[in-house]
């Protein structure tokens, strides 16, 4: 069974400045997506980044950035220009790349709090 | 374009009580899916649903638990006798296909209070 891992639970930055979120996950599939969800205080779960298994590109959407480590199995998120409004859970999730069935759900790691000093 | 429609945003029952949690997926989408988020914890697959069709239920709890997507209406998460554990966040997400690069959009969540 697929397994994703997030090992900080809670992560600090300044304002304007750069932090890294870890995840690794573990899987014996090669086909699969991962994904970086954001969830603030409002509890919305908000899809932040995404990244397929087959591209070897890191996926970037403005200040949002990943570095995706396939032989490591690893999908670290980074965000730059931190800002007030990025502060909030943020979850690393998985899906499987099998078509539909019992592999189209996510599954998620347990978290890192991400809180932006002012 | 509405989003995924989750209510009611809060639900307060006694033990031993019914609960009924409501998705009404995006429009177009006729993929749903559950999940359950206990406190300190990420989200836990529950079910998927497809319109009148279970198509994965691993995650749900063997009793007291149902869920359905009728042919018109919304997708409904019924918990039975419900017990303090199933205080949780309750998610749904809808997606337009099942294809694995589809995203799932979630909805904003109903928190199930036990007392």
């Known amino acids: 069974a697929q397994t994703v891992t997030q090992s900080q639970p809670e992560m600090s930055v300044q304002e304007a400045e750069t932090v890294t979120l870890s995840c690794t996950y573990d899987?014996?599939?090669?086909?699969?997506?991962l994904f970086w969800y954001k969830q603030p205080p409002s509890r919305q779960m908000i899809l932040v980044i995404r990244q397929e298994a087959y591209k070897q590109q890191n996926a970037t959407e403005n200040r949002f950035s990943v570095n995706f480590q396939k032989a490591a199995k690893s999908f670290s998120l980074k965000i730059s220009d931190s800002q007030l409004g990025d502060a909030a859970m943020y979850f690393c999730a998985y899906r499987s790349g099998n078509y539909g069935g019992s592999q189209g759900n996510l599954i998620f790691g347990k978290g890192t709090k991400l809180s932006v000093k002012p | 374009n509405a989003g995924v429609m989750q209510n009611p945003r809060h639900l307060v029952r006694r033990r031993g009580q019914e609960a009924r949690l409501r998705c009404s997926p995006m429009k177009g989408h006729s993929h749903v899916y559950w999940y359950r988020q206990l406190p300190e914890e990420g989200l836990k697959f529950m079910v998927y649903?497809?319109?009148?069709?279970?198509?994965?239920e691993s995650g749900m709890p063997k009793e007291r638990f149902s869920a359905e997507f009728p042919k018109e209406g919304p997708s409904i998460l019924r918990i039975q006798q419900v017990v303090r554990g199933d205080s949780a966040a309750y998610f749904c997400?809808?997606?337009?296909?099942?294809?694995?690069?589809?995203?799932?959009?979630f909805g904003d969540g109903t928190r199930l209070s036990i007392l």
């Open positions: 899987t014996s599939e090669s086909d699969y997506y």
């Open positions: 997400a809808s997606s337009r296909t099942d294809y694995s690069n589809q995203p799932q959009h």
């Open positions: 649903l497809q319109k009148e069709n279970i198509i994965d």
